[in-house]
């Protein structure tokens, strides 16, 4: 009778369904370990997608109605996989947003082996990450796989600013990221961005931008190299000063197409300094990202009316905005850096005058 009684609950352990205890059952799709082994094709290495901090991401498809979704299979034996799990489930379970990318469920189970098991399931960004538009390149290393021309990078940094203001300020509880990069902006079909990866993130119990409350730890990682704000290396607690650092960053990669990991930093330089120093002295054309001056030389070679020429100095004037605004989120005082709202209000002003200058080529 006690062999018997082991293996019902094991067969009944098998086939739990579960949306995770972390989220609301009613309004996330139940799914098992089972369903998700199958839709991965055991997670093979034809639907692996990458590898990131706190487990690998395989691709599948969901439900009756075919969704291409992302999964995210957490790996438990990393130290802070399962804190990773809690705080994506605690902060995308109350957020809906077109900038942030949608959490469809969870699932949180055991194996057919008994050992615990974790997923997150995404909604699936068919045209990657920002990171790979940015330094992709084709096998010779000539050209970007992808390319992002000046309207549609600016149009990613207003999105992303979006998300951080729905985050910072859409909701009673601010949401701090705390690991904001390229690569964790992702682009839809429509190459619309959306921020993902909330397994750093934290709540801040007061509206204050300066301090966390938070009951759990942030002692600890609070970012990544290059991207993590200044005064969490001093031990300062998360804020959103440190996430408009990051998005500073963000920008100025945009426009530079340099990471701030670059080789090209070293003794003391950094990506904010060396954009601030060519800044200063006018010289902002200098380093832009090689991709986007090859669009403006063609553009000279083959056009040389007064109105193609006007658009040409509209482009240089958004690259020079645009270059403002990164140093301006990078500055090493928190307080000393812009505000998100500012920065939307900023970034839309570019977009319109990028607008004029395409209907200034038109006519």
């Known amino acids: 009778m006690l062999v ?38 055991g997670f093979s290495s034809e639907n692996f997608i990458g590898k990131g901090g706190f487990g690998s991401v395989y691709k599948g498809i969901l439900g009756s109605d075919e969704k291409n979704v992302a999964i995210k299979v957490l790996d ?31 699932c949180s189970g055991t194996d057919f082996q008994g050992n615990d098991f974790k997923a997150l399931i995404y909604e699936f960004m068919v045209n990657g990450s920002l990171d790979d538009c940015l330094h992709s390149f084709s096998n010779d290393g000539s050209l970007h796989v ?7 990078r600016v149009n990613v940094a207003i999105d992303i600013a979006f998300a951080l203001e729905n985050l910072h300020q859409g909701s009673q509880i601010p949401v701090v990221h705390c690991d904001l990069k390229p690569s964790n902006v ?13 397994g750093l993130s934290r709540f801040l119990l007061e509206t204050s931008q300066q301090t966390s409350t938070r009951e759990t730890s942030t002692i ?23 996430d408009i650092y990051s998005y500073g960053i963000i920008i100025l990669e945009i426009i530079t197409g340099k990471k701030p990991t670059d080789d090209t930093f070293s003794n003391g330089l950094n ?28 553009e000279e070679t083959t056009n040389s009316t007064i109105a193609e020429r006007k658009t040409k100095d509209y482009i240089r004037k958004c690259l020079i905005s645009m270059c403002k605004i990164g140093i301006a989120c990078t500055m090493e005082s ?16 570019i977009k319109e005058t990028l607008s004029k200058s395409d209907e200034n080529y038109n006519h």
Do not use: W
Request: glycine share 8%; hydrophobic share 40%.
């Open 271 to 298: 990506l904010h300094n060396y954009v601030k120093m060519a800044f200063s002295a006018g010289r902002v054309m200098e380093i832009v990202d090689p991709m986007l001056c090859h669009d403006l030389e063609e």
């Open 186 to 198: 992702l682009l839809d079909k429509d190459m619309t961005a959306r921020v993902g990866d909330f």
């Open 334 to 349: 928190p307080k000393e850096r812009m505000g998100i709202s500012d920065v939307v209000k900023e970034l839309q002003l």
């Open 220 to 242: 600890g990682i609070k970012g990544s190299v290059g991207y993590a704000a200044p005064e969490y290396g001093t031990g300062s607690e998360v804020s959103t000063y440190g």
């Open 146 to 152: 992808r390319h992002l021309d000046l309207y549609q």
């Open 4 to 41: 018997l009684v082991l293996i019902a609950f094991c067969i009944l352990r098998r086939r739990k369904l579960s949306a995770s205890p972390y989220l609301p059952d009613d309004s996330f799709l139940k799914i098992s370990y089972g369903e998700l082994l199958k839709v991965t094709n």
């Open 76 to 106: 438990l034996q990393h130290r802070g996989a399962l804190k990773s799990f809690i705080a994506e489930c605690e902060v995308l379970k109350n957020l809906r947003h077109r900038n942030l990318v949608k959490l469809v469920t969870a």
